[in-house]
């Protein structure tokens, strides 16, 4: 009876997993913590209006600096948002915006778009430079406080070099202006 009882014993703890040979096997990935995914549901839609925002160029602006900025913008901001995207799927966070209807800086609303496309010539460029220039200068702001408090290595990475590519567009756009 007693080596049915010790049998049972070290099966129980073997299915638990209490019993391993070797080395405990390696941690995955860092969870991401509530930085990580603030960040996430916030730097997405707001890339998300502000390339939809830069896209309008062509059609209201005569000035080809400020196409040729626009252009860059967006091809930029397009690959960042695949990579945001895919983060925010391994996150397992919905593609909803948490954040619809509300005014934030450097978030890019529906209004904006709205009065965007009803605007040409200098008050597009003027109104279009300001949005973009607001963006990548708030994506610096929110990437500085991910890479200094959030949890996942990658998203942490991933927001080095959003704020990275947010300075180098707040120069583009200066130029532009």
């Known amino acids: 009876m007693r080596r049915r009882v010790l049998g049972a014993a070290v099966v129980a703890l073997f ?13 995955g990935p860092a969870p991401f913590n509530p930085t990580d995914v603030a960040w996430l549901q916030l730097v997405v839609p707001m890339t ?13 602006t005569q000035n080809p600096a400020i196409t040729a900025a626009a252009s860059a913008f967006a091809g930029s901001q397009e690959k960042l948002l695949v990579r945001l995207r895919a983060t925010r799927d391994r996150a397992g966070l ?17 209004a904006d778009l709205v009065a965007l496309r009803t605007d040409q010539g200098a008050g597009f460029d003027q109104r279009l430079v300001g949005l973009l220039r607001a963006h990548a ?30 300075t180098h567009e707040s120069e583009l756009l200066a130029k532009a202006a």
């Open 15 to 27: 299915m638990g997993g209490c019993a391993t040979t070797g080395p405990a096997a390696p941690a």
């Open 48 to 60: 998300e209006n502000a390339v939809a925002a830069a896209r309008l160029a062509p059609d209201h």
């Open 94 to 110: 919905p593609a909803a915006d948490v954040h619809s209807g509300h005014k934030m800086p450097g978030m890019v609303t529906p």
């Open 137 to 166: 200068s708030q994506l610096v702001v929110l990437s500085r406080g991910e890479q200094a408090s959030g949890a996942d290595a990658e998203t942490r990475e991933l927001a080095r070099e959003a704020g990275a590519e947010g």
